[in-house]
Structures are given as C-alpha cells and as structure tokens.
C-alpha cells in the first residue's frame, strides 16, 4: 500500500510560481510511473505532466515550457515546479503513482492563480 501526501498549493499571482511536493510512504524507486494530473471546477481530471522510472518525461500542451517535473527518490518524493502561472492553471492537483499495476491517487492540492 502506498501513500501520497500533496502539499505546496496556494494563492499566487498571474506570472508567479509554486511547487508541489508528493511525498510517498514507500519508496518511488520501484515505480513505474509518477504524475501530477489537474481537476479545475467543472472539469474533468486532466494530465500536467508524468515521469517514468527510467525518467522519461510528458507533459500537457498547456504547460509545457512552464512547468516541470522532478522527482527525489532519496525523500520518496515527486515535485511539479510551476512557473509562469495563468489563471487557467487553477484547480486541484493530485499526484499518482503506479507500481506493480497498481494506481495510487493522492487527495490534493489546491492552486488558485488571481489576476
């Protein structure tokens, strides 16, 4: 069993940036994929950006070039460096991790850009 703690999320401006940590309970090393995926009001969860465990990267169109993942498999954690924030990157994001065919979700985080 896995366990995935979100944190970071927050109130920033148009043009600011945030980090998200996901800290697992158990070691990340054995993953298969991490990823942090969004769920703004009234839409559909949708993909930020994944990592392999051979450290491939994929990233939505809308962040590309903005934001960034990165793990630490020392801390058991996977970070989503936001920059360049817009309005429409608010929403809540969950990170998830799949390992051994299992998908583990985290509760959230929520991000709110204001204008």
């Known amino acids: 069993q896995v366990q995935l703690v979100e944190s970071g999320g927050g109130l920033v401006q148009a043009g600011g940036s945030l980090r998200l940590s996901c800290a697992a309970s158990g070691s990340i090393f054995s993953m298969n994929s991490m990823g942090w995926y969004r769920q703004a009001p009234g839409k559909q969860r949708e993909l930020v950006a994944t990592?392999?465990?051979?450290?491939?990267?994929n990233y939505a169109a809308s962040v590309k070039g903005r934001f960034s993942i990165t793990t630490d498999n020392a801390k058991n954690t996977v970070y989503l460096q936001m920059s360049s924030l817009k309005l429409e990157d608010t929403a809540v994001y969950y990170c998830n991790l799949l390992r051994g065919g299992m998908l583990y979700w985290g509760k959230g985080t929520l991000v709110t850009v204001s204008s």
């Open positions: 990592m392999t465990s051979g450290g491939t990267t």
